[in-house]
């Protein structure tokens, strides 16, 4: 059975706000600020808001698996989410290869704001992967928009309580 939601993610400058949220209720939002290299994520339990303090080296960690990845992209351009996109194939060092589909008309700014494709040089628009778990995503752009983003977007809202990633831990037992 699959689970169907949506994924945001919103950029400005070194700040990044990625927000998965499934329709079965599961919510997952990052927030990371490349410059003060924090992250956080903001997480409910037990109707008690959380904003969990996380290590930022242990993305830039889980990224590096997949550096030094090639892109071979069609040239055939097709319309998706309102940009000109492209397929490509990405192949990764350890021999596994991905098809998505990707615009080079957009590209972040900070190294891991998609982690299996550290350091991109465009915005993936479809693609698909399978977390550790098994548990298998297709991501699929509907919109891509240039427009004003406030800086609150990127602050942890004042109804959450901050914590450490290790009191997380614990109360999650």
């Given at each position: 059975a699959g689970y169907t939601g949506s994924y945001t993610v919103t950029m400005k400058g070194?700040?990044?706000?990625?927000?998965l949220r499934m329709k079965n209720g599961y919510d997952d939002v990052l927030i990371f600020n490349f410059e003060n290299n924090t992250v956080y994520s903001l997480k409910t339990m037990a109707d008690k808001k959380f904003a969990?303090?996380?290590?930022?080296?242990?993305?830039?960690?889980k990224a590096k698996q997949y550096e030094g990845y090639t892109v071979s992209k069609e040239d055939?351009?097709?319309?998706?989410?309102g940009t000109a996109a492209y397929e490509a194939e990405?192949?990764?060092?350890d021999g596994n290869k991905s098809v998505i589909s990707l615009t080079t008309e957009w590209q972040p700014?900070?190294?891991?704001?998609?982690e299996r494709f550290p350091d991109c040089k465009f915005l993936p628009l479809v693609f698909d992967y399978k977390n550790d778990n098994g548990s298998q995503f297709h991501f699929q752009?509907?919109?891509v928009t240039a427009s004003p983003v406030e800086n609150a977007d990127f602050r942890i809202p004042a109804d959450y309580k901050l914590i450490s990633y290790s009191e997380y831990q614990q109360l999650s037992r």
């Amino acid at each position: 059975a699959g689970y169907t939601g949506s994924y945001t993610v919103t950029m400005k400058g070194k700040q990044v706000r990625k927000e998965l949220r499934m329709k079965n209720g599961y919510d997952d939002v990052l927030i990371f600020n490349f410059e003060n290299n924090t992250v956080y994520s903001l997480k409910t339990m037990a109707d008690k808001k959380f904003a969990i303090q996380l290590n930022m080296d242990d993305f830039v960690s889980k990224a590096k698996q997949y550096e030094g990845y090639t892109v071979s992209k069609e040239d055939k351009e097709k319309k998706i989410a309102g940009t000109a996109a492209y397929e490509a194939e990405i192949g990764y060092r350890d021999g596994n290869k991905s098809v998505i589909s990707l615009t080079t008309e957009w590209q972040p700014e900070n190294k891991i704001t998609f982690e299996r494709f550290p350091d991109c040089k465009f915005l993936p628009l479809v693609f698909d992967y399978k977390n550790d778990n098994g548990s298998q995503f297709h991501f699929q752009a509907e919109r891509v928009t240039a427009s004003p983003v406030e800086n609150a977007d990127f602050r942890i809202p004042a109804d959450y309580k901050l914590i450490s990633y290790s009191e997380y831990q614990q109360l999650s037992r």
